[in-house]
């Protein structure tokens, strides 16, 4: 097998992988990013961007794409607990002072897109099979590619940005778990039209907790919608299937300014 030879091996094309693609690219360097996706592709984590996380956006070069996406910016938090509410602005990170909400399947896509741009070549529908080691180093990757063919990269770099069970870092001997403990809650949400899209709670990330369960409201993209999820019991996930509306009914009902936010909604 001939072996392809470049400065730097990517595996993982979203959040992280595209983050260090970009500037590496733009600096001249031969960069590969292997993902076994093909873009676009969705994935459950991460919709919501706070400032910093939009800042990195536009480190990457993606921020304009993001915003032609019309997506709802959020100036304000505002947390309700046990009776008591409080608002406060964003901090400003950079030149970026709102955070964004954005269905991953949307977000990464404009991800991968800035990180060609850039000049990575990026290459879905890859699976990395194997870490080359040599003399205690990783010195490349084994991948199939999108005929099932394997193929080999060389490369001065290798990085691991596939995510908690990365396979990078079960091959070079560093992969612990990303928790240690069961996670014992379990997540519910729904994307809806916002009902008061027009108002102050348009700009406004909304977090509340009753004593089990933390819910939020993002307002996200395109403008008038709305993400809402309830971060309940583990167990909730196999009640909210079973019967979702009456699921929804009730942790909504857990939560009277939520409700009211909610009046009118649709779709």
């Known amino acids: 097998m001939q072996a392809e030879s470049v400065d730097v091996v990517i595996v993982g094309s979203r959040c992280a992988g595209t983050a260090m693609a970009a500037p590496l690219a733009r600096a001249g360097r031969t960069v590969v990013v292997l993902d076994r996706a ?5 994935t459950l984590s991460t919709h919501v961007l706070f400032p910093m996380g939009v800042n990195e956006v536009a480190r990457i070069g993606a921020l304009d794409r ?12 505002r947390v309700d607990f046990v009776g ?3 608002t406060e602005r964003f901090q400003q990170v950079g030149d970026i002072d709102y955070g964004i909400s954005v ?12 990180a060609r741009e850039a000049g990575a070549d990026i290459r879905d529908q890859c699976t990395v099979q194997d870490v080359i080691v040599e003399d205690g180093r990783a010195v490349g990757v084994r991948y199939f590619d999108t005929t099932g063919t ?37 997540m519910v949400f729904r994307y809806l039209d916002d009902p008061a899209a027009d108002s102050d709670w348009a700009h406004t990330l909304w977090e509340g907790r009753s004593h089990d369960t933390i819910a939020f409201a993002f307002p996200c993209t395109p403008k008038g919608r709305l993400l809402v999820l309830f971060m309940g019991p583990r167990a909730e996930v196999a009640e909210a299937r079973q019967d979702p509306e009456a699921h929804w009914a009730r942790k909504v009902a857990e939560f009277p300014i939520l409700a009211e936010r909610l009046g009118g909604a649709r779709n």
């Open 150 to 186: 394997v193929r080999e990269i060389r490369a001065r770099l290798v990085v691991g940005a596939d995510g908690r069970n990365s396979t990078v870092a079960h091959h070079v001997g560093a992969w612990e778990p990303y928790r240690r403990s069961r996670n014992g809650r379990g």
């Open 38 to 42: 093909a873009f676009p592709a969705d």
């Open 84 to 86: 008591v509410g409080r």
């Open 103 to 114: 269905p991953r399947v949307l977000q990464d896509q404009a991800l991968v897109d800035a």
């Open 66 to 77: 993001i915003l032609a996406l019309n997506p709802s910016l959020m100036t304000h938090l």
